[in-house]
């Protein structure tokens, strides 16, 4: 039966290159496969979706008429979305099936509202379901599944990562059976072909086991299941990439969504010379203190890295190696900085993690230290840390007594809205939590990434005035942070016009 049809959703993210690679996976198995996007991402502005745009949902089912929707559950943000848009499809006779990261470590709470949920990496996965169901076979046995039957939750076994990525198909891209649902409008083509930027993975996995990050409750999962982390080949990354350049006219960018860009030498020289070669455009990754290095570093920045986006998360010790786990030192920082300087990296962005109750003003005092003596330019990306369920800083923060349990449910039920502003509250300057002295320190970290500002932030951090009314600093913050939201307008547009950075 391959007239058998799916429809997969993804929340907040129309490049979803989960959903897009399983709807490579069943069309390579014959299976039609449509993606319907609901809802745009938008850091300071997001927004459940509204009346008009749920009857859009329905208009495009009502079209496409899918045997099955699948919804891919990403974010904990987005529980309360993903269980009101699935009491609707219920209510209107639709199957309905989860998947994604949420769902894969939390499927009994998934079956609480679905009776069918896939885990993990599920290219192999769910291609065997939607096939047992278009030919009414029984589904019981296939790896990766959880259901509920008779009142009874079953979770299968998950089977062997995959070791060879290059045997995947390319996520789908363009044809015309993708939906795009955003500010009640209804756009009947895939948005990512007029994006000037393409999004892609080159390897799966992450090396690190930061208290903060699902990534460690998926590497237990995974225990003894193979290799966590997997690179692709090169000659794979630069044909997907060949092969999108052909449908995306306006392909200006690359963004690497790894959770750390590959650092094997070799594999990063052959990279850069055949992206050089065949691709030659700017292009962006996520890196780590650890693994960045001048050998690895200057053939990627030849090779068109225009930014990298490298996690540093607190300047305190303690904070970073006790709470976050994580095992760099204030040396290696330094030294990371210093080679993407010397290595003329054009932006380079130092995450960091405020606004939390492990965090005292003596934490704060070395974060403002080490941005201090950070090599320059740099900018900071500045955001509150979210108590993800089934984290380890979540069970620390329980165990230390700094969050009651009642607190920490309330914070995991809060309106998608809510935890969106207290996620990214840096664009205000304000975190939900802050009381004076955490501003007055929240902000004078956030002068250190504008070189005219230190001067001023090694005179005000010695005068108590400051301390006293922290207002005072953050209407100054306002305005400088208006000025580099111009400054990186001016980036945008030189890379829309062309530029290498």
Known sequence: MRDFKTLLIALYNYKGLGVRYLAAALKRRGYPCTILFL??????????????????????????KPDLIGISYMCTFHREVIEELTRRLLAQGHRVVWGG???????????????LAVLGEAEEA????????????????????????DGRIVINELRPLRRDL???????LGGNDKYYINDDRLVCRDPELDSMGYEIMASRGCPFRCSYCSNQSLKKIYAGKGPYIRYRSVDSVIAELLAARQKMPRMKMVHFWDEIFPDREEWVKEFAAKYKEHINLPFEAWHH?????????????????????????????????????????????????RVLAEAGVPTVIYDLILDHPFETEEHLAETLDLCLQLHRPF???????????????EKMALEQGLVSPEKMQALHSRPLEE?????????SGAGANQDKKMAYWNTMIYFTQVPWMVPFVRWA???????????ILQQLQRGVNMALIGKKAVRKIRIALGARA
């Open 126 to 149: 769910f291609p065997e379901l939607v096939d047992a169901l278009a030919h009414g076979r029984d589904y019981t046995g296939i790896q990766n599944l959880a259901f509920r039957r």
């Open 166 to 172: 290059d045997a995947l198909p390319f996520p789908d």
């Open 461 to 471: 951090r010695h005068r108590p005035v400051f301390r006293r009314h922290p207002g």
């Open 289 to 337: 203190p650890l693994k960045v290095r001048e050998e690895v570093i200057r053939p990627l920045v030849d090779a068109g890295l225009s930014k990298v986006v490298v996690g540093i998360q607190s300047g305190s010790p303690y904070i970073r190696n006790r709470v976050f786990l994580r095992p760099e030192s204030q040396e290696a920082i330094i030294n990371c900085s």
């Open 379 to 393: 900018y900071l990306q500045l955001h509150g840390l979210s108590f993800l369920p089934g984290t380890e800083i």
């Open 419 to 427: 935890q969106y502003r207290s996620m990214y509250w840096w664009f």
């Open 101 to 115: 990261v949420c769902t894969t470590l939390f499927p009994e709470q998934a079956l609480e509202h679905v009776e």
């Open 39 to 64: 809802k745009g991402f938008q850091a300071r502005n997001m927004r459940k979706p509204s009346e008009a745009e749920y009857r859009l949902v329905e208009e495009v089912i009502a079209r496409e």
